[in-house]
């Protein structure tokens, strides 16, 4: 059990310190020059994450699980401070106290809600308390979907206005997934009558067909932008960036369809 603790802590926190590094910088970008104190706290926040992305990866998978329950604790005070940074920022910028700073309010709200599920995350796996499967499998959902929608509409608003065809795709993308949201807020609303197998089962399906198209528009877009080939102010590192959230989507998909199966065999109908 305890290697399983190490390194699931160890994957959540390789993943995660790196979006958290990335995000420190593309808010840095999107600030004016004038705005030098948040400038220095975002490369405060990006040398913290840096920093905890390299331990992690430092640490080899048979650490003492008492070691990587101290390291968890410390990374979760850093995500609460650049929780808390960022929401200080979208406080200024909705308050118009930064004119003319580049990062939309939506994208500093979304990394905000990135850093605040790396937080629960920290939290389940140092208390232990995992959510029971049919309730880890709806908001999981929940929150990736919004997420999901979100990165489509950045794209959308960040491309070139002349690259006509590819806004369309991406808006195209930005509806079919606010629907599977919508969806996926019904389902959870009709909780725990509509935790019945073959339901969930259905649902992670349809979603992670649409996550998989999302995620190859992400890769073409991002091969695009990183060979000059369109027109667009998305940095190539927030193209990464946003693929590989998606990717991240998947292999959690992928778990639940795993997990549902074996309930499949072992318990046919509903799950509680
Ligand atoms: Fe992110
Ligand atoms: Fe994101």
Redesign the pocket.
């Known amino acids: 059990m305890s290697d399983e603790f190490v390194t699931r802590s160890l994957d959540e926190i390789r993943f995660w310190s790196r979006?958290m590094k990335e995000?420190s910088l593309f808010l840095r970008l999107g600030f004016r020059c004038e705005d030098t104190q948040l400038i220095k706290e975002a490369l405060e926040f990006q040398a913290i994450f840096e920093d905890i992305e390299r331990r992690a990866h430092a640490y080899p998978s048979n650490t003492d699980p008492q070691t990587i329950r101290d390291f968890n604790t410390e990374v979760h005070t850093a995500v609460t401070r650049i929780w808390a940074f960022k929401r200080k920022v979208l406080g200024l910028i909705l308050t118009c106290k930064l004119p003319g700073q580049n990062n939309f309010p939506l994208l500093v709200d979304h990394?905000s809600r990135?850093a605040n599920y790396f937080r629960n995350r920290l939290e389940e796996l140092n208390t232990g308390r995992l959510e029971p499967l049919p309730d880890a499998i709806i908001d999981e959902n929940v929150f990736f979907l919004k997420i999901m929608a979100d990165h489509a509409k950045f794209i959308s608003h960040l491309l070139d206005p002349s690259e006509r065809k590819l806004v369309e795709q991406a808006r195209e993308f930005s509806n079919e997934f606010d629907t599977l949201m919508f969806q996926a807020v019904d389902l959870s609303s009709m909780r725990p009558q509509s935790q019945t197998v073959p339901l969930l089962s259905q649902f992670v399906d349809e979603n992670r067909v649409s996550v998989k198209s999302l995620r190859d528009f992400k890769k073409t877009a991002r091969d695009l932008i990183e060979e000059c080939r369109i027109k667009s102010i998305i940095h190539p590192l927030l193209a990464d960036?946003v693929f590989r959230?998606a990717e991240r989507f998947l292999f959690i998909l992928d778990m639940f369809d795993q997990s549902l199966s074996g309930v499949k065999v072992n318990k046919r109908e509903i799950l509680f």
């Open positions: 979006i995000h990394v990135e960036h959230e």
